[in-house]
């Protein structure tokens, strides 16, 4: 068995979400907490808050991720970006602690061409800051990889561990390991030894038990593209045969699964998601 969802719409109100993803077939589920294209967010109605508590409960499923919106930016040298970037990255947390969602995926930004040294830097002072503000929390921060694309800070392993290594409370951060993304920065996913390789070395820098989430995302571009373009499962470049090796890894198989792969005539979520379940045998 595995343990895979997709991102949901919380529109109309957040406790809906829930009801989406039991509709497309979800065990886990990820969201935005709020509009995913704004600085501003309003605050959650306790009531709110509440209704999605009973609704996760009654469902089942889990566990929730929620995933940081597009504009903040940890790494940039605008210094209003960055306050900017810090307050929504506390809030965030925030409201993962009303929601009891356990775990918030934020990518790490890029450095604008101040250099991925600086970049780093600048993420490593927004976590310590944010993770302070937000003050004592079950909540987790999940990092996520990026694809190797221009002014990328979080690209490879050992970029998330000079990250991890700058952090107070490193026991509140953790790793989210984005297919797609290894994949385009360089980590080969078509072979069980490309799978073993690339697992491997995130033990070996970081410990298998700091990755918590996995997103599930074939990738359009090629190997070592640095293209950040998600495509449905095993009709991208890493392909059906390499899902699955990464399907039948066994640290894998234990975690929750998310795809954030398209909904278009070729296959919806629910479709996906059934293909996932199709390549790990269960």
């Known amino acids: 068995m595995v343990l895979v969802g997709c991102h949901v719409s919380i529109a109309g109100s957040i406790d809906l979400a829930v009801g989406r993803a039991l509709d497309a077939g979800c065990d886990t589920f990820q969201i935005f907490s709020r509009n995913p294209r704004g600085w501003r967010a309003k ?32 790494a940039s040298p605008d210094a209003e970006i960055a306050e900017k ?6 809030g965030e947390l925030r409201r993962c602690g009303l929601l009891g969602i356990p775990y918030l995926v934020t990518h790490l930004g890029h450095h604008r061409g101040a250099g991925v040294e600086a970049g780093q830097e600048r993420v490593i002072a927004a976590i310590n ?16 990889n990026t694809a190797g694309e221009k002014n990328s800070v979080g690209t490879t392993v050992a970029d998330l561990r000079r990250i991890l290594d700058g952090v107070d409370a490193e026991g509140r951060v953790g790793i989210c390991f ?13 072979t069980a030894e490309g799978v ?42 890493i392909g059906e045969e390499g899902f699955r090796h990464i399907l039948r890894h066994p640290v894998v198989r234990s975690l929750p699964l998310i795809c954030e792969t398209p909904v278009d005539e070729r296959r919806d979520d629910t479709g996906n998601i059934a293909k996932v379940r199709e390549l790990a045998g269960t």
Do not use: Q, W
């Open 43 to 74: 605050d959650l109605d306790p009531g709110i808050a509440d209704a999605f508590r009973a609704a996760v409960s009654a469902s089942g499923l889990g566990p929730v991720v929620d995933h940081m919106p597009y504009l903040p930016n940890p």
């Open 85 to 90: 970037s810090v307050a929504a990255l506390t």
């Open 178 to 190: 984005d297919t797609c993304h290894a994949f385009a920065a360089g980590y080969d996913l078509r």
């Open 196 to 237: 073993d390789a690339a697992l491997g070395e995130l033990d070996d820098r970081i410990g298998l038990s700091r990755l918590r989430v996995v997103h599930l995302n074939d990738c359009k571009g090629a190997l070592g593209s640095g293209l950040d373009r998600h495509e449905h499962i095993g009709l991208g470049f």
């Open 129 to 144: 800051r944010a993770l302070a503000d937000a003050g004592e929390s079950d909540v987790m921060l999940l990092l996520e």
